[in-house]
């Protein structure tokens, strides 16, 4: 495979197993999408007519576009919700927004040397970024992924996001509740992907912490005593170059990693609002008892008006009586 060598993946000791690779006009892909099973999905041409979208060309047409820029002591972007910080928690994040136009942007990843905080670029597409670069957008090959749209039955594209990522950055394993068309313009992104069937492996932080969705095992320095399950995690591996693009299933867990000495990578992600389920069918598919456990939560913390209370109340209601 052209473009990138094993040297530039990060060593985790996680067993992997490979992702399925199908041309986008494959009669198979269809089955992968409707299936909610990840694929990577070659010559779609989704993003093609914007691989110029370089840092020279957007400093050109967006220079002066403030950005929703991520800055963090170290490597990993693990991303947070504010709205989750309550007055009496101690929260202290690593990683942080900071936002900033965009030449400044380009300027500091330019120029970064060991030692500098990183930054992580991840700002909405929307009429805000000038003309040019919508001009661009709407040359995405919008008619390949719409019909992907109508055959898996999602709902509306929630959002495009442009991220811009120095070598070497990472955003940490998390699920989100959308379903994802990844699309990348420049460089190399690893992913390691985890069915929600993990979900008892990666030990995701409590709905209501900031953290929700994200999991709470450090992949650089797992904690085996805190989570023992993790070593039982197999992980699925695919690197996504230029002009490739990954369904990520909603409710998969992803690890995100820009390949170390591969330069800033550019990349677009789609995301879809799931659609709605027609009819509940039995045995539950594993997405749908995350989303049943992420409901359980909440109406602990609405109807014990603490969500400090769920633990224990979890507990009392689970020890000796269901364990
Ligand atoms: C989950 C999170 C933090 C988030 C919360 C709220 C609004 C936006 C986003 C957002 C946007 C992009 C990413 C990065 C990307 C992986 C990568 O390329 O690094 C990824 O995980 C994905 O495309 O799903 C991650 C996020
Ligand atoms: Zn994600």
Known sequence: MAGWNENQLR????????IPTLQYDDPKLDSHLTNNYPVLIKGSKLVSRVLKWDLDYLKQH????????????????????????????????????SPMIFSEFADKITNWKKGDSRLYLQQVLNNTIGQHVVRDFVMFNW??????????????????LILIAQEGNVTPCHYDEQQNMFASIRGYKRFILF???????LYPHPVHHPYD??????????????????????????????????YIPMYWFHHV??????????????????????KIEYPLLDYQRMVIMRNVEKMLAEAL??????GNMLKTIFLGRYS
């Open 213 to 246: 969705r994200q999991s709470q095992v450090d992949f650089d320095n797992p904690d085996f005593t805190k989570f023992p399950k993790f070593k039982e995690a197999c992980g699925y591996e695919v690197i996504v170059g230029p002009e490739d693009v990954l």
């Open 143 to 160: 008619d390949w992924i719409m019909s992907k749209q109508k055959i898996c039955k999602w709902g509306p594209l929630s959002s495009n």
């Open 257 to 278: 990693e820009s390949l170390k000495h591969g330069g800033y990578t550019v990349s677009i992600n789609f995301w879809f609002k799931a659609g709605s389920v027609e």
């Open 195 to 201: 069915p929600p069937s993990q979900f008892e492996c």
């Open 11 to 18: 060593k985790y000791n996680i067993k992997l197993e490979k």
């Open 62 to 97: 967006m220079s002066s576009v403030c950005c929703n820029v991520i800055v963090s002591k170290n490597h990993k972007f693990k991303y947070y919700d504010p709205k989750k910080i309550t007055p009496n928690m101690t929260f202290k994040p690593i990683s942080r927004p």
């Open 305 to 310: 008006h603490d969500p400090s209370e769920v």
